[in-house]
């Protein structure tokens, strides 16, 4: 018999564990107490109120979408669209990095539309909340780092050619681990993980470089995530070799 929509409401809500309460009731207090007593930190210009209600929102809404994905619920792709990219691509115009505004529009927002349906029709036969997840192989990996290098290098040449553009190269690898990041979640690979964390790495740089240090609050907590749900998805992997790609 088929759920009906409160059922699967009530089992979403209580697949959530002890420490994913914690982590998201954590971030959101830090956030709240940056917002009303630092609000200089939140970007170098502070005059443009719908920036900082971008970076709020934005601040908020990543480490719910990264929970959301180490629980393998295609969830996270709808709060991606509208609380995060709609927000960032906002940000990054204010702040001159281009290529990232651009991909958001281009890339980053479609890709969330065929990722959720893509996930939808694959489901976890015990929790249908999760979606199945899998593995590349090594030759597969190589692949990927060769082509995040070379979009670096050719994207990264090309912004400097744009009037304001700052950073072009950080800008540009932060863009290319990030697409790295968005085929392989739209593919259910787990090694996305490692290209997020790259990302992260890179928005650390770019974050401090800008003043934009509120952002370093979502940074410093999806590190944390990003180690959980990379542990949780190679330990499901592991128990269904499956979910290994044979190819």
Known sequence: MKKSFSEHARSFLRSF?????????????LTAVFVIFFPDLMLDDTSS????????????????????????????????????E??????????????????????????????YLKWKHNPDEEHEEMTVVKRLKPWQDILVV??????TLIVGTLIQYIPGA?????????????????????????EQWYAWFATLVMYTILYTVS????????VAAMFVNTCYGFTKWVIYTKK????????
């Open 49 to 84: 109120t719908f920036v900082v209600v971008c970076s709020v929102v934005a601040v908020l809404a990543n480490p719910v979408c990264e929970l959301l994905i180490s629980k393998q619920s295609r969830l996270n792709f709808l709060v991606d669209i509208f609380f995060i």
């Open 211 to 218: 003043g934009s240090y509120i952002m370093l609050i979502t």
């Open 86 to 115: 709609v927000p960032e691509f906002v940000i990054c115009v204010a702040l001159g990095w281009y290529s990232i505004a651009i991909i958001t529009l281009v890339f980053w927002i479609p890709i969330d539309i065929v990722s």
């Open 166 to 190: 700052a950073d072009s190269y950080l800008d540009a690898i932060s863009a290319a681990c990030g697409m790295a990041n968005g085929i392989l979640l739209l593919c259910r690979y787990t």
């Open 17 to 29: 564990t002890p420490y994913q309460i914690i982590y998201l009731v954590s971030v959101f207090t």
């Open 146 to 151: 060769l082509a995040i290098a070379a979009f």
């Open 240 to 247: 269904h070799p499956e979910a290994i790609v044979k190819n």
